[in-house]
């Protein structure tokens, strides 16, 4: 029987989550590893430039990986023709930006599996394993959401969150530098993590965002960005339609920039530091990981720290 009166929780909403059709998970890692066992994949493609945490499923599995390289539109260099029918095909759906190409790619890429961390609005293709995580666009430590096109008959234990908030809380209640270690805790305790169903406080978490009013905003701030920032920016980008992005990848000759950002206390993420061990140099992902500036465009900002991004890029800080 379920507790009546004493001390209050953390009182939260009862409203609906974004995806609430879609298989709620603890981790969006454990997603792909849901999805390679109830296909049965005995191989797969990734792309080079992606996280080295979603390799923890495939070697767990013990399936075999081969790694592929994309082109400037961030787009596979592949023969789709070569997979097989127990091989699958991941693609990235890279800052959000990729949805048209996506739809293409489905309809040329057998047994494909599409990574939508960096795209939570996506809205998932039938048929095409999908998934997402909406940590990368909201203030929770964990979770992930699956449109499979099977499903695995066990019996998932549901996960436990309430001690992940803490890099939240902090950031919070002090300051972002204060929270940081915590944050790079929470990820680590991400490592490893049997599947599980979502946390209820997450989930609970998840049912209380304004997701139309955090898509606009997302939208408002890249095209603010995109606006001033096109003519130098060497990455072509383009948003189409309902595209949501996650970050303004600009890719610039100002080797400084990062630094400069960065004290200024602008922080802006490595997509992926992995890559720089992975690849050479002369390799196009090489430079995405270490050339490309990926500039917040979150809901949290207004035009006045756009503002200022703007300023440390122009030196007129």
């Known amino acids: 029987m379920k507790a009546i009166g004493g001390y209050f929780e953390l009182e939260l909403n009862k409203g609906e989550e974004y995806h609430k059709k879609a298989i709620s998970l603890n981790t969006g890692r454990n ?8 296909n049965g994949y005995k191989k797969i493609y990734l792309p080079f430039f992606t996280c080295d945490v979603l390799l923890e499923p495939i070697q767990k599995l013990k399936i075999e990986v081969v790694f592929y390289n994309i082109n400037e539109l961030l787009e596979p260099v592949f023969d789709f023709n070569s997979i097989k029918h127990n091989e699958a095909f991941l693609y990235t759906n890279y800052f959000g ?3 048209s190409y996506i739809n293409v790619l489905a309809k040329s890429c057998k047994n494909l599996i599409i990574d939508n961390a960096q795209s939570f609005y996506s809205k998932p293709i039938k048929g095409v394993d999908t998934f997402y995580s909406p ?11 699956l449109y499979s096109n099977k499903n ?3 019996d998932l234990e549901k996960d436990v969150s309430y001690n992940r908030f803490e890099h939240l809380l902090r950031r919070i209640d002090t300051s972002a530098e204060d929270g940081y270690s915590y944050f790079k805790e929470n990820d680590e305790k991400l490592s490893k993590q049997p ?12 049912s209380n965002i304004d997701y139309r009013s955090c898509a606009n905003k997302r939208r408002q701030n890249f095209n603010y960005l995109h606006d001033i920032l096109n003519k130098t920016n060497l ?8 595209s949501v992005p996650m970050v303004y990848p600009y890719w610039c000759e100002d080797i400084g920039l990062r630094e400069r950002l960065i004290n200024n206390k602008v922080y802006t993420a490595t997509y992926w ?5 992975w690849c050479t140099k002369d390799d196009l992902e090489f430079k995405l990981a270490s050339d490309i500036v990926y500039l917040p465009i979150d809901q949290r900002q207004t035009e006045k720290e ?3 991004i703007i300023k440390i890029i122009k030196n007129e800080y």
Do not use: C, H, S
Not at 31 to 38: M, P, R
Not at 273 to 277: K, Q
């Open 135 to 145: 940590r990368k666009f909201f203030g929770v430590p964990d979770g992930a959401y």
């Open 31 to 38: 997603a792909l590893e849901y999805i390679l066992l109830a």
């Open 306 to 308: 756009l503002v200022e």
């Open 195 to 206: 599947i599980k169903k979502m946390a209820k406080l997450t989930q609970l978490i998840l």
């Open 273 to 277: 530091p992995n890559i720089l061990e």
């Open 97 to 99: 930006l990729k949805d």
């Open 235 to 242: 990455l072509e980008v383009v948003v189409q339609g309902e």
């Open 152 to 154: 695995l008959d066990i």
